[in-house]
T-cell receptor
Framework: RKEVEQDPGPFNVPEGATVAFNCTYS??????FFWYRQDCRKEPKLLMS???SGNEDGRFTAQLNRASQYISLLIRDSKLSDSATYLC???????????FGTGTRLTIIP | DVKVTQSSRYLVKRTGEKVFLECVQD?????MFWYRQDPGLGLRLIYF???????EKGDIPEGYSVSREKKERFSLILESASTNQTSMYLC???FGGGGEKLFFGSGTQLSVL
């Protein structure tokens, strides 16, 4: 089983819609969680950290479910500029190394 | 803004050549990382460094070595390039403490023929 698993998509979503995707992790000792965004042929950039209590940044909401070992990302009122690959990232317990998921590809359709 | 600069955007080398990939960051970050990214496999950690002259193996260090002689510079070395090392190589840096924000360079697409 992979340490971090994501549905690769693609998710093709009309502009203005709400879209959500999950990411599961296998190591229950994982400490910190993040969503990164990677545009086509560009480097990954941090989108948001994921806190135990959940957090929101504008149209983006991230949540953590430790019991079921998954994190989620919700995008409301999606924009064309949201088209990208979204990478789930998990900090493993004890050795401070980040593990990246393979990403979920999102395309917003006009 | 933090800037992480990788020396080449595209590189073509022949099997058996020694290859150097250079990375420089300008924000006095403690930590530096080398990843490779392949379709369907995501980003995989090759080596990382928490301080000058310090290095630690990541998940896939075989066939690679690194050098960090100065805080701002982290070099990845392919001693004898092989075709299975054809990949996108991404350098990253961060302040330290674990779990912190990574700043990535724009990547080097290496092709080994």
């Amino acid at each position: 089983r992979k340490e971090v698993e994501q549905d690769p998509g693609p998710f093709n979503v009309p502009e203005g819609a709400t879209v959500a995707f999950n990411c599961t992790y296998s190591n229950s000792a994982s400490q910190s969680f993040f969503w990164y965004r990677q545009d086509c042929r560009k480097e990954p950039k941090l989108l948001m950290s994921v806190y135990s209590s959940g957090n929101e940044d504008g149209r983006f909401t991230a949540q953590l479910n430790r019991a079921s070992q998954y994190i989620s990302l919700l995008i409301r009122d999606s924009k064309l500029s949201d088209s990208a690959t979204y990478l789930c990232v998990v900090l493993r317990g004890g050795n401070e190394k980040l593990t990246f998921g393979t990403g979920t590809r999102l395309t917003i359709i006009p | 803004d933090v800037k992480v600069t990788q020396s080449s955007r595209y590189l073509v080398k022949r099997t058996g050549e020694k290859v150097f990939l250079e990375c420089v960051q300008d924000m006095d970050h403690e930590n530096m990382f080398w990843y490779r990214q392949d379709p369907g496999l995501g980003l995989r950690l090759i080596y990382f460094s928490y301080d000058v002259k310090m290095k630690e193996k990541g998940d896939i260090p075989e066939g690679y070595s690194v050098s960090r002689e100065k805080k701002e510079r982290f070099s990845l070395i392919l001693e004898s390039a092989s075709t299975n090392q054809t990949s996108m190589y991404l350098c990253a840096s961060s302040f330290g403490g674990g779990g912190e924000k990574l700043f990535f360079g724009s990547g080097t697409q290496l092709s080994v023929l």
